[in-house]
């Protein structure tokens, strides 16, 4: 089947490489293979599975959606659904947005959303120059390609993202995350910068294509002041970040930051396509049917997204990522203590990174070891022969990412790092 498939599908496909795996079942953090191998997948749909996979109140949502005769396409019309799904998201948003926010439905990705909210704060500001960061990802879609790290964006002003083990001044801590705001001011205010007028700045409260690297809370309140004594709208990518994921219920929750405007994606469908812009209403400049698409109100994914916020406030499951995580993260450092590979752990609640380095690399200076993709790799590899399935990230794809599902029990979290400490181990044999 594998073969049939790879014969058809473009070059451009990638998990199919790294996992080949044919998925027939799968119920919460396990996926079943076709020949009955089962998985601990702590990828969960790139984090869209906020409860895991097939969680029993997502199902019912949706088959009480489906047993309705409600029509599945309605464009962006209103319907009970959908206001159930504004409802419930609004009540978890920031009580500072959510007094006065707009909600626009995008879709079906998370890459239109953020399109569309390059578009909202280019036309509500009448500028264009756009203020993102280093090692970002905001999607594959043209403006969203611009502000990511990787490509040289077009207006797009590229400036430092604060990181302990990689900073860009090469101090790391508090230190490091201060000289990356000082940075950005004076950038801002220097006449001869360059800097085109932004529109607005866009950050993840934790980069996790990136390489799951979390920005500290200081610096993302400063960023907040920056732009905000400027006139800038601050945009908070949660597309990955959202529904609990850190340890909050969003990441810019720790820190009390509120921003500007939210782009949220992946878990708030509960599974199934769905992305949405929030803005404060001072920004709604819109003239009717100047940003629209036909998906934009899928039925099945508000039904699903519904039940999933619902079930992550009232379970607290923001709170038990933000306990676990942090426990799985003190077994990492005590497992990986003294790993030659391992050249950095972090993470915020279930979001967990793992950077492999290679110290006996030859063009290893003396400062942190280069990254080690192929290392990477290999790891990946063994986790699946293990039955776990990780995820790599970061600008080398030097690093292993965790992203279980916020329902993961702590019986799950031991077998997921028994399976990895000992991929870890045969990787450094
Ligand atoms: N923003 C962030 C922070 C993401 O992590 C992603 C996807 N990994 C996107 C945007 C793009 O979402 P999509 O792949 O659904 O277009």
């Given at each position: 089947m594998l073969r049939r498939q790879s014969q058809r599908e473009?070059?451009?496909?990638t998990y199919a490489r790294s996992l080949p795996i044919v998925p027939v079942r799968a119920r919460g953090l396990t996926i079943e293979g076709a020949d009955g191998r089962r998985y601990l997948d702590c990828l969960s749909g790139a984090g869209t599975l906020a409860l895991g996979h097939n969680h029993p109140v997502v199902l019912e949502a949706v088959r009480r959606v489906l047993d309705s005769e409600?029509?599945?396409?309605?464009?962006?019309l209103a319907t009970p659904v959908k206001d159930a799904f504004v409802t419930e998201l609004f009540t978890n948003l920031p009580a500072e947005l959510a007094a006065d926010a707009r909600i626009q439905f995008c879709g079906p990705a998370g890459t239109d959303a953020v399109e569309a909210a390059l578009r909202l704060v280019r036309t509500a500001t009448g500028r264009t120059g756009l203020l993102a960061f280093t090692g970002a990802y905001h999607g594959m879609t043209t403006g969203s390609l611009d502000a990511s790290g990787g490509a040289e964006g077009v207006r797009v002003t590229r400036l430092p993202y604060p990181s302990d083990h990689r900073c860009p001044f090469g101090v790391g801590g508090a230190e490091g995350a201060a000289l990356c705001a000082r940075w950005t001011e004076h950038l801002l205010d220097d006449?001869?910068?360059?800097?085109?007028?932004?529109?607005g700045m866009i950050l993840e409260p934790v980069q996790g294509e990136g390489g799951v690297v979390p920005a500290p809370d200081d610096w993302l309140r400063r960023m907040r002041e920056i732009t905000a004594a400027r006139g800038i709208p601050l945009i908070a990518?949660?597309?990955?970040?959202?529904?609990?994921?850190?340890?909050?219920?969003?990441?810019v929750d720790h820190s009390g930051v509120v921003p500007d405007v939210m782009v949220l994606s992946k878990a708030i469908g509960g599974s199934l396509p769905l992305a949405v812009v929030v803005y404060r209403g001072?920004?709604?400049?819109?003239?009717?049917?100047a940003h629209a698409g036909t998906?934009?109100?899928n039925q099945l994914a508000m039904a699903a997204g519904t039940a999933t916020l619902a079930y992550v406030r009232e379970n607290r499951l923001a709170e038990r990522a933000a306990g676990l995580g942090a426990r799985m993260l003190a077994a990492l450092h005590g497992m990986t203590?003294?790993?030659?590979?391992?050249?950095d752990v972090r993470g915020r609640g279930l979001m967990i990174g793992l950077e492999l380095v290679d110290?006996?690399?030859?063009?290893?200076?003396?400062?942190?070891a280069p990254a080690a993709p192929h290392l990477a790799a290999a790891v990946r590899r063994a986790c699946l022969d293990r039955g776990l399935i990780v995820e790599l990230g970061g600008r080398h794809s030097s690093v292993v990412r965790l992203l279980p599902p916020?329902?993961?029990t702590d019986e799950q979290a031991a077998a997921v790092l028994d399976r990895l400490a000992d991929a870890l181990d045969a990787v450094a044999r």
């Open positions: 473009s070059a451009a496909r409600a029509p599945l396409q309605v464009l962006d006449p001869k910068g360059g800097v085109p007028a932004p529109a990518d949660e597309v990955q970040t959202g529904v609990g994921r850190t340890g909050a219920f969003w990441g001072g920004l709604d400049v819109w003239r009717p049917g998906f934009r109100g203590a003294g790993h030659p590979y391992v050249g110290p006996e690399a030859p063009d290893h200076d003396g400062g942190p916020l329902t993961l």
